[in-house]
């Protein structure tokens, strides 16, 4: 199964953009510099009231879906 490995500091202020429906994705960049559009929805587990932040893996099938997102730290 195809992984990217990739750290995110998202500040609860650009997350706002989120909740206010005028964003609906997340752009990071991974550690192998590939860049990854990710749906913000997949990140609402993970926010805390300073957004964010941490290390992640983004695991997903050989047709590009999404099949799971984890923190690493």
Do not use: C, W
């Not at 490995?5 to 997340?26: C, H, K, M, P, T």
């Not at 099938?61 to 923190?71: I, P, Y």
């Amino acid at each position: 199964m195809p992984s990217l490995v990739f750290d995110i500091n998202l500040g609860a202020e650009s997350l706002q953009l989120v909740y206010q429906g005028r964003a609906n994705r997340i752009l990071v960049k991974s550690r192998d510099g590939r860049s990854i559009s990710v749906p913000a929805h997949h990140f609402r587990p993970f926010v805390s009231h300073s957004g964010v932040q941490g290390s992640f893996a983004l695991e997903f099938s050989s047709r590009g879906e999404l099949l799971s997102l984890r923190r690493l730290t």
